[in-house]
RNA sequence: GGGCGCAUAGCUCAGCGGUAGAGCAGCUGACUUUUAAUCAGCGGGUCGAAGGUUCGAUUCCUUCUGCGCUCACCA
């Protein structure tokens, strides 16, 4: 039907898709400039606007129109338009995106209007809307095609341009303070720089396994090593072949800033301050409410290890206690920890259970055990531990950050740790990298190194409840049928 | 991966053991100051897929597919 119709209008000598059209406003911009137009008035200012029809009244006569700023409501009088004309607005339909000459006026019931003198179709579409009124709200839909869900929903568009400004306040805060933005590989030969698994493919040429990289850890510490810059970030997508839930998603994207001779807690001081940057830039306060909970980035950001954190709730000081014991007083709390389990995966369970969804408000959760921690350094006062800490917001674990391990002997037998442990079934220990140990070698001053989730940070800050709310195309399966 | 739920017109949804309904969208007409426009009329469906039970299945059962919620997993 809508093919007879671009037909029709082909013969009339209308192109369904032209090349160009050169627009004067936006419909924002106008609904701001004449906000004080009163009822009824009509204006000789001219505008060119041009968007989609979302509304079509009285035959043609009222067009909504949609642009992406807003929507501006169209007049289409017989008195200002030929026959022509009129002819090919009976041929719109909703969807359809067309371009508006007229002049501006509001009409006596109060709606800022634009009154055409000419109108030209710019593209005919070819499938319909979704119903006006409820819109669109097949949540399958609305991933799959992002698209008719951007067309049909404002929360949509706002959500992921207000990603765009997060991500775009985040480049401008490092830029200012002299940080490097590189990019590292994606495709590893050796997957590293997080406890997680990869996905794999292969290079035909040369004939070998790669892996989409779980991060770019390693490479950027390579750089830190080789003095490209003190300061280096990457902003970009890392890939985990895990569980999709509402707070993860397959590919997602991750900030890596690696400072020189800084430690953990400037990185504690710089996650607060690009966050806080972030929110009162794009924002415009420190205070969002998400899910109902308040949460306030005002910093400074409370400190507390994790060892005390555990503390307060359990009563348990599991820094006293060999692994032996910390296995009895995780049972003891009810806590379902893997036979032959190290004393920091233990200590871990217990945090994951008892602790972390307790974190709300922004906190800092600092000195993890070493044994989770294969790349960060030991901590200055205590073995057991590392200069490591998490920021922990709402919840959930929004960066991660070390003073990073720079000693390569100690790095080689972390990495021989690891592979022990990968030897023992653990999928996801770290393989070794001897090129990476071997940059430490040639010896890497001491570094600050901070990761940032990007798509959490931006759920909190959007109020999005799932992390495919604030990700254009969420990984979905194919539909089949 | 486990549990629960959902899948009917382009969209939002009803419905039911006797092969389907509304509103919006669409088409025809009326109407030139409407804004979820209105009024009159019309068309529109492999009821997610495949099996089974039944005289008969969109409906009941099984399996599959996709999606959602949730648990597990996941720094």
Redesign the pocket.
């Known amino acids: 039907?809508?093919i007879k119709?671009m037909e029709e209008l082909r013969e009339m000598g209308v192109n369904p898709y032209p090349y160009k059209f050169e627009k004067t406003h936006d419909a924002l911009l106008l609904q701001e400039k004449y906000a004080e137009l009163a009822m009824g008035e009509e204006t000789n200012d001219k505008v060119i606007v041009a968007g989609r029809i979302m509304?079509?009244?009285?035959?043609g006569?009222?067009i909504?129109l949609q642009d992406v700023t807003g929507r501006i409501?169209v007049?289409?009088?017989?008195n200002r338009l030929d026959e022509q004309q009129?002819k090919v607005i009976s041929l719109f339909?909703?969807g359809d995106i067309i371009g508006v000459y007229g002049y501006i006026r509001r009409?006596?019931?109060?709606?800022l209007?634009i009154?055409a003198e000419k109108v030209d179709l710019l593209s005919k579409s070819l499938?319909?809307?979704?119903?006006?009124?409820?819109?669109?709200?097949?949540?399958?839909?609305r991933?799959r095609q992002r698209y008719l869900d951007l067309i049909m929903n404002e929360s949509t568009r706002v959500t992921l341009r207000n990603r765009s400004k997060i991500i775009a306040s985040i480049r401008q805060y490092l830029n200012g303070l002299d940080f490097l933005e590189v990019e590292t590989p994606m495709l590893h030969s050796i997957f590293g720089?997080?406890?997680?698994l990869p996905f794999s493919t292969h290079h035909n040429t040369l004939n070998m396994k790669l892996y989409l990289r779980v991060?770019p850890e390693l490479y950027l510490k390579r750089l830190i090593v080789g003095g490209l810059s003190e300061k280096v970030f990457e902003l970009n997508r890392c890939f985990?072949n895990?569980?999709?839930?509402?707070?993860?998603n397959p590919e997602f994207t991750s900030i890596e800033i690696y400072q020189a001779y800084a430690d953990f807690s400037d990185m504690m001081d710089l996650t607060e301050n690009i966050i806080s940057y972030v929110a009162e830039t794009v924002f415009g306060t420190l205070d969002f409410e998400y899910d109902g909970k308040q949460i306030s980035f005002k910093g400074p950001w409370a400190r507390r290890s994790m060892l005390d954190l555990i503390h307060d709730v359990t009563n348990v000081h599991f820094g006293e206690l060999d692994n032996e014991q910390a296995y009895q007083e995780a049972k003891k709390l009810g806590i379902?920890v893997p036979k032959g389990a190290n004393w920091g995966k233990i200590v871990e369970a217990v945090f994951g259970e008892k602790v972390e969804t307790k974190l709300i408000q922004p906190t800092h959760v600092t000195h993890f055990p070493r044994e989770?921690?294969?790349?960060a350094r030991e901590d200055r006062d205590n073995p057991r531990l590392t200069e490591r800490f998490?920021s922990f917001v709402n919840g959930w674990?929004l960066a991660?950050a070390f003073s990073e391990l720079i000693d390569p002997i100690d790095q080689r037998g972390r990495f021989e740790q690891q592979m022990s442990e990968r030897g023992a079934g653990d999928v996801?220990a770290h393989p070794m990298d001897e090129d990476f140990v071997t940059s430490l070698e040639y010896g890497m001053p001491p570094t600050g190194g901070l990761?940032i989730g990007i798509d959490r940070l931006i759920m909190l800050l959007t109020g999005s409840?799932?992390i495919?709310d604030v990700i254009a195309f969420p990984t979905?399966?194919?539909?089949?049928?």
């Open positions: 039907m809508r119709k509304a079509y009244r009285n035959s006569m009222f909504d409501q007049f289409c009088h017989k009129l339909d909703l009409t006596p019931r109060g709606e209007t009154n499938l319909p809307l979704p119903e006006k009124y409820h819109g669109l709200t097949d949540k399958e839909v991933y720089g997080a406890a997680a991060a985990r895990e569980g999709i839930s509402f707070k993860h379902d989770i921690s294969p790349l998490e674990e991660n996801e990761g409840l799932t495919r979905l399966r194919p539909k089949t049928d």
